[in-house]
């Protein structure tokens, strides 16, 4: 559209179209009947054609204004349209959010605010994408999702981290190595068992094989898994003590099923960071999941 046609004056155009009368066309947008000659004298000018022909009782639309008139329908049908998305958006009553996190992460740290917004906003679409922190920090990067819930720390110039949470690692077996709960393991006691660790490369493999390497010992997995459900199932049936967070293995532990190995030299906390693109806006829904995610009561 040339800059010179105000879209106003389009919207002129079908009101008097419709009544076929400039009065009626005013009456109805609520300005004079001058300011309606105006603006269809104007968009004739500007598109050099005639669009009305006007008759003692209004006016009707020539060939060329039928043409522009359907064009018109479209576009301001489409305007609204747009205009209504734009009001759900702002309401939170549609969109999308997309999220990456570690498996453990998202079900123990994200679901539960997951579940809140689903219920809050049911006609959000939510994606959420499984990955190690280093995967999640490149899918942030492409574009692919809005958020990322990883391990800290991470030093990438082109992302805004903060700290989320903070988390306490452990080691823990099943009941055929009870007897070992009974007293504060040295690290070389404990890299003597089998252990049972994530997979190479995630953020709390390298913090394991870090731990230990602080105590001179390099360990390798017995049993290598790709998920912490996986870990707490091995250990419980015996297999070897599985290095874990301690939040995630809660309820086994109070059942008896699980046993913590208390380390001689404890266990540092680690932190869980929320990742952005640096620079971007999120989606109004994201934003909102960001606000109640770092709420000091949500923590």
Known sequence: MSA??????????????????????????????????????????????????????????????????????????????GERKMAALSRHA????????????????????????????????????????????????ENRIDIGIVHLPVADPELDVRPLAAIQDCFVAGPRYRHLAERPLAAAELAALPLLLLSAGSSTRVFAERWFAARGLEVDAAFELSSTDMLVEFARRG??????????????????ELFELRTADAVPERLVGLATRRGMSLPGIGQLFVERLTAPEDR
């Open 239 to 256: 297999y070897g003590a599985a290095f874990v967070t301690r939040e995630f293995v809660r309820t086994p532990l109070a059942r008896g």
């Open 94 to 141: 549609a969109g999308e959010l997309r999220i990456g996190s570690s498996g453990p992460i998202i079900k123990h740290l994200l679901l539960p605010p997951l579940d809140d917004l689903r219920a809050e906003f049911p006609d959000v679409e939510i994606r959420l994408y499984q990955g190690k922190t280093a995967e999640i920090a490149a899918w942030l990067k």
């Open 4 to 81: 010179k046609l105000h879209l106003e004056w389009y919207r002129i155009f079908l009101h008097t179209a419709k009544a076929g009368n400039l009065t009626k066309a005013a009456q109805e947008l609520h300005v004079t009947q001058p300011s309606v000659s105006y603006a269809v004298k104007q968009l004739e000018e500007g598109l050099g054609v005639k669009l009305f022909d006007r008759l003692s009782k209004g006016v009707v639309l020539t060939p060329e204004g039928a043409d522009l008139l359907r064009f018109v329908e479209q576009s301001l049908s489409l305007l609204e349209a």
